[in-house]
């Protein structure tokens, strides 16, 4: 790791207008956090320690009045020392900290409210004395979230160089010590001064862009890698960022005590974290990427949504049905293997290995799933995300490529195939049923390869959504599953061109044995319903 003086960087805290107890509770129902705490018990990040650097001294703390917590609950770092209470001597009370703690673990709007303790920095101290130290020592906080971001004074991008040192640093820090960098694109628009600011743009972190507020955009300045990962509703990402931190929170302290199965460090780990983050998220009806890219340079993966994250994970850790090996760059068609994955929401954290000698040979992992339903012709929407490391120390990384092959034709479906990101991010929303191979591939010969070995997290999720409808009486009852969120129900008078659908005197419904159910009043005039996603 290089050392790098305080007197080259500016940190900023990302300009938020604060919001209130509404508009969070708003927040709360929009990323799935609601839905969640009404099917599970007890998901609130207990256990998981978190960390909050905040730009600048001495204005980077805390108030715990401000956040609804004890004062028990947080430890105060800057140059100055290291306080336990509140007021003190190593810094003073910034409007912004308490912002950004009000979304991440406060209460009762926070994300993981029950959070086990709360470390909470200066920015300039946590950076350059911890990260970018010679001899960095371990914080012991899982969950790290950064409302901030590294410009120059008049807001504008280091030159590339300095860029790509700061995501060495947080990429080393984060493989080294296992911990999760949740940081802020930062808050502009689609230009180059506006592009997204470290320490979002790091290999192993999650940049996180505003929903429907103002965003830096990616890709990347260095080499053009896919940034932000993911979105939240917000104004601006000092505000979004929180949100996802809290999230990864819950979701770590959901593997730890063992909801997606008995191998609790694979679930809790930062890279199956970052997948089922990824994986679990809502898109915008705009959402494109661009290949070879593999998310939006807007929205990355979509809207967080931490209840189809949660599902994902409990639906446990699956293994690869075969494992082959094909020369260097050939063909790799689905190998005929008769095993099926047993869901079709679910995740792994497995190791796929190459090898050099005596001949480059790419490694595949095949995983074989049977998409079907009881209703003829149903088309399902597939996602899947992979997600590696950047190896502490290296400059490169290892390429791994995802594919989803027809094994019925050996047809390519969809595939991604970045060169320069470690993140791939396959999605069709309309997939025929029938027999699907999955692959994660290792590339013998990819750009600058660091290993024949690499561990990486897979997340996936295949659905076809139906609505129920049945007299109920004199009324009608609707019906559709919880899972996976992000409908909204409409309805119409009638289906002539163009139909009118709203969601006028539907009224929000109620949960019931994982059902969302809604009993409406027979008006004895045609009614249609449809469900639509995104509801954003």
Same mark, same amino acid.
């Given at each position: 790791?290089?050392?790098? #003086?305080?007197?080259?960087?500016?940190?900023? +805290?990302?300009?938020?207008?604060?919001?209130?107890?509404?508009?969070?509770?708003?927040?709360?129902?929009?990323?799935?956090?609601?839905?969640?705490?009404?099917?599970?018990?007890?998901?609130?990040?207990?256990?998981?320690?978190?960390?909050?650097?905040?730009?600048?001294?001495?204005?980077?703390?805390?108030?715990?009045?401000?956040?609804?917590?004890?004062?028990?609950?947080?430890?105060?770092?800057?140059?100055?020392? %290291?306080?336990?209470? +509140?007021?003190? $001597?190593?810094?003073?009370?910034?409007?912004?900290?308490?912002?950004?703690?009000?979304? +991440?673990?406060? /209460?009762?709007?926070?994300?993981?409210?029950?959070?086990?303790?709360?470390?909470?920095?200066?920015?300039?101290?946590?950076?350059?004395?911890?990260?970018?130290?010679?001899?960095?020592?371990?914080?012991?906080? #899982?969950?790290?979230?950064?409302?901030?971001? +590294?410009?120059?004074?008049?807001?504008?991008?280091? #030159?590339?160089? %300095?860029?790509?040192?700061?995501?060495?640093?947080?990429?080393?820090?984060?493989?080294?010590?296992?911990?999760?960098?949740?940081? =802020?694109?930062?808050?502009?628009?689609?230009?180059?001064? &506006?592009?997204?600011?470290?320490?979002?743009?790091?290999?192993?972190?999650?940049?996180?862009?505003?929903? $429907?507020?103002?965003?830096?955009?990616?890709?990347?300045?260095?080499?053009?890698?896919?940034?932000?990962?993911?979105?939240?509703?917000?104004?601006?990402?000092?505000? &979004? %960022?929180?949100?996802?931190?809290?999230?990864?929170?819950?979701?770590?302290?959901?593997?730890?005590?063992?909801?997606?199965?008995?191998?609790?460090?694979?679930?809790?780990?930062?890279? %199956?974290?970052?997948? @089922?983050?990824?994986? =679990?998220?809502?898109?915008?009806?705009?959402?494109?990427?661009?290949?070879?890219?593999?998310?939006?340079?807007?929205?990355?993966?979509?809207?967080?949504?931490?209840?189809?994250?949660?599902?994902? @994970?409990?639906?446990?850790?699956?293994?690869?049905?075969?494992?082959?090996?094909?020369?260097?760059?050939?063909?790799?068609?689905?190998?005929?293997?008769?095993?099926?994955?047993?869901?079709?929401?679910?995740?792994?954290?497995?190791?796929?290995?190459?090898?050099?000698?005596?001949?480059?040979?790419?490694?595949?992992?095949?995983?074989?799933?049977?998409?079907?339903?009881?209703?003829?012709?149903?088309?399902?929407?597939?996602?899947?995300?992979?997600?590696?490391?950047?190896?502490?120390?290296?400059? =490169?990384?290892?390429?791994?490529?995802?594919?989803?092959?027809?094994?019925?034709?050996?047809?390519?479906?969809?595939?991604?195939?970045?060169?320069?990101?470690?993140?791939?991010?396959?999605?069709?929303?309309?997939?025929?049923? $029938?027999?699907?191979?999955?692959?994660?591939? @290792?590339?013998?010969?990819?750009?600058?390869?660091?290993?024949?070995?690499?561990?990486?997290?897979?997340?996936?999720?295949?659905?076809?959504?139906?609505?129920?409808?049945?007299?109920?009486?004199?009324? /009608?009852?609707?019906?559709?599953?919880?899972? #996976?969120?992000?409908? /909204?129900?409409?309805?119409?008078?009638?289906?002539? @061109?163009?139909?009118?659908?709203?969601?006028?005197?539907?009224?929000?419904?109620? /949960?019931?044995?994982?059902?969302?159910?809604?009993?409406?009043?027979?008006?004895?005039?045609?009614?249609?319903?449809?469900?639509?996603?995104?509801?954003?």
């Amino acid at each position: 790791m290089h050392h790098l #003086p305080r007197s080259k960087f500016t940190l900023i +805290f990302i300009f938020a207008v604060f919001i209130g107890t509404a508009a969070r509770a708003q927040f709360l129902d929009q990323i799935g956090l609601t839905t969640l705490r009404a099917v599970t018990a007890n998901l609130d990040g207990a256990g998981i320690r978190v960390a909050q650097p905040e730009a600048v001294a001495p204005a980077f703390e805390v108030s715990p009045a401000a956040v609804g917590q004890p004062a028990s609950l947080f430890t105060y770092i800057s140059a100055a020392g %290291t306080a336990t209470n +509140f007021p003190n $001597g190593v810094g003073v009370e910034s409007g912004h900290a308490d912002g950004v703690g009000g979304n +991440f673990y406060g /209460v009762p709007n926070g994300v993981a409210t029950n959070a086990a303790h709360v470390d909470n920095y200066d920015a300039g101290y946590f950076y350059n004395d911890i990260i970018a130290s010679a001899f960095p020592a371990n914080i012991n906080d #899982p969950v790290v979230n950064q409302s901030f971001i +590294f410009s120059q004074t008049d807001n504008s991008h280091y #030159p590339v160089a %300095t860029e790509q040192s700061i995501d060495s640093n947080y990429d080393d820090y984060a493989d080294q010590y296992k911990t999760l960098f949740i940081s =802020g694109a930062g808050n502009g628009g689609p230009t180059n001064q &506006s592009r997204i600011y470290p320490s979002a743009t790091c290999y192993n972190g999650i940049g996180v862009a505003a929903y $429907g507020g103002s965003s830096c955009t990616g890709p990347t300045l260095d080499n053009g890698r896919a940034k932000p990962d993911i979105t939240a509703p917000a104004d601006v990402t000092s505000f &979004s %960022t929180p949100q996802v931190a809290g999230a990864a929170a819950v979701l770590m302290q959901a593997g730890l005590r063992g909801d997606g199965g008995n191998d609790t460090n694979s679930a809790a780990d930062i890279r %199956t974290v970052k997948a @089922l983050l990824l994986n =679990g998220a809502i898109k915008p009806t705009d959402w494109t990427n661009h290949f070879p890219s593999p998310l939006d340079a807007r929205y990355g993966a979509g809207v967080l949504n931490v209840f189809n994250s949660y599902e994902q @994970l409990a639906g446990g850790k699956h293994g690869y049905i075969a494992s082959t090996t094909v020369a260097a760059g050939g063909a790799h068609p689905p190998n005929g293997a008769t095993g099926t994955v047993g869901v079709l929401s679910g995740w792994d954290f497995n190791t796929n290995t190459s090898s050099s000698i005596p001949s480059a040979q790419d490694g595949v992992k095949h995983y074989y799933f049977n998409i079907t339903n009881s209703i003829n012709n149903a088309a399902f929407t597939a996602t899947a995300t992979l997600v590696w490391n950047r190896h502490q120390n290296q400059t =490169g990384i290892n390429n791994l490529d995802l594919y989803l092959y027809d094994t019925a034709s050996s047809n390519l479906v969809m595939c991604s195939t970045s060169l320069v990101d470690n993140v791939e991010h396959v999605f069709v929303p309309r997939l025929s049923q $029938g027999r699907y191979d999955l692959q994660v591939l @290792l590339n013998a010969s990819g750009i600058n390869p660091v290993s024949n070995s690499e561990p990486y997290a897979l997340a996936w999720e295949f659905f076809s959504e139906s609505l129920s409808i049945a007299p109920a009486g004199t009324n /009608v009852a609707l019906a559709w599953p919880v899972y #996976p969120a992000g409908f /909204v129900l409409e309805s119409a008078t009638g289906l002539t @061109l163009p139909a009118v659908w709203n969601t006028n005197n539907l009224t929000a419904p109620t /949960v019931t044995n994982l059902q969302n159910y809604l009993l409406l009043n027979n008006t004895n005039g045609n009614q249609f319903f449809r469900l639509r996603r995104p509801n954003f």
